[in-house]
């Protein structure tokens, strides 16, 4: 995947996360994904990558064109990819947000048993 020049996710589900599209923004790798559920809020569109029409795949085939005719364009996208990961998906973000996490259930918790 490192040396790809983008990687495409043409899902027709309503992914409720989008692994392959962490691990292409790890790689700093952009990505063109289907505009559909949780893969057009992580895809930024025209920052870490490219949207596109679900099950349209005359869509699909101008943005894969679009991208290979844009080699520079693509390569900013994909370093604000791996900027992203390392702001929202590395493991540093991801342990506060779990801790987070613990803490609100622990406080929500709490409440319940004082009452």
């Excluded at 085939?61 to 290979?68: E, G, M």
Aim: contains cysteine; hydrophobic residues 45%.
């Amino acid at each position: 995947m490192k040396g790809s020049r983008f990687v495409v996710v043409p899902s027709e589900w309503y992914e409720t996360f989008g692994r392959v599209i962490i691990e292409a923004y790890a790689c700093g790798v952009p990505v063109i994904a289907a505009r559909l559920g949780a893969m057009a809020e992580i895809v930024e569109d025209g920052k870490t990558g490219l949207h596109f029409a679900a099950g349209d795949a005359e869509d699909l085939a101008n943005k894969v064109l679009w991208a290979w005719q844009h080699g520079e364009e693509m390569q900013a996208m994909g370093s604000r990819a791996r900027e992203m990961f390392l702001a929202k998906y590395s493991p540093e973000p991801n342990y506060r947000l779990l801790a987070e996490a613990y803490e609100q259930a622990i406080l929500w918790a709490s409440r319940g048993k004082r009452e």
